[in-house]
């Protein structure tokens, strides 16, 4: 059984910046791909930015293009999510979630494991 934990996220003024962390538990985290995922109030889950298993390959949502990045430290178990130039429209439950393949993608129904989500807020 994995388990994904995330963490990072809070409250933060329209420009700021905040940095998510997702940890997985178990031996096999490098050999998957590792995908964030938001979803706001009243609205469908969304992808947001997805990584191969090695990180050398990454896959953005067009409306978080330039602004966000993720990445992921194989030694620690954990990838990560870099959002700057914060909007409001930002604002979601944020979850991270494992997938089952190595390269990353942004179908949501390639993923199987799932993290319990962390509340970002942008105010504007």
């Known amino acids: 059984q994995v388990q994904l934990v995330e963490s990072g996220g809070g409250l933060v003024q329209a420009g700021g910046s905040l940095r998510l962390s997702c940890t997985a538990s178990g031996r096999t985290f490098s050999n998957y791909g590792m995908g964030w995922f938001r979803q706001a109030l009243g609205k469908e889950r969304e992808f947001v930015a997805a990584?191969?298993?090695?990180?050398?390959?990454?896959l953005y949502a067009d409306s978080v293009k330039g602004r966000f990045t993720i990445s992921r430290d194989n030694a620690k178990n954990t990838v990560y999510l870099q959002m700057n130039s914060l909007k409001p429209e930002d604002t979601a439950v944020y979850y991270c979630a494992r997938q089952n393949g190595r390269w990353g993608t942004l179908n949501i129904m390639e993923y199987d494991y799932w993290g319990q989500g962390t509340q970002v807020t942008v105010s504007s």
């Open positions: 990584t191969s298993w090695s990180g050398g390959t990454t």
